[in-house]
């Protein structure tokens, strides 16, 4: 089996930076895909950035700029740096990975961004 853990999310004021770190443990000899989603209050869940193995990054065009992906393969954790956030930021983040080459996805619990003055 494989946990996700996610930390990092709070309350932030406009114009701030986070960063939220998804760490995972359990049978992982790869992880294949790293994925960072958000889900605002009322509002379904969208894709906000993934990081293949081979280092392949996309993001969604409302964080492009603002927003990184990265990963620390030692460390089995993916990490979403956040710059220049905005009220509407505002949601609870999921990270979602694949391992060793299976179709199975894996979510972590989620954590809370909050940006507010």
């Known amino acids: 089996q494989v946990q996700l853990v996610e930390s990092g999310g709070g309350l932030v004021q406009p114009g701030g930076s986070l960063r939220l770190s998804c760490a995972a443990s359990?049978?992982?000899?790869?992880?294949?895909?790293m994925h960072w989603y958000r889900q605002a209050l009322g509002k379904q869940r969208e894709l906000v950035a993934t990081?293949?193995?081979?280092?392949?990054?996309n993001y969604a065009d409302f964080v492009k700029g603002r927003f990184t992906i990265s990963s620390d393969n030692a460390k089995k954790t993916t990490y979403l740096w956040m710059n220049s956030l905005q009220p509407e930021d505002t949601a609870v983040y999921y990270c979602k990975v694949t391992v060793n080459y299976r179709p199975d996805t894996y979510w972590g619990q989620g954590t809370q961004v909050t940006v507010s003055s």
């Open positions: 359990g049978s992982i000899f790869v992880i294949n895909t």
């Open positions: 990081l293949t193995s081979g280092g392949i990054t």
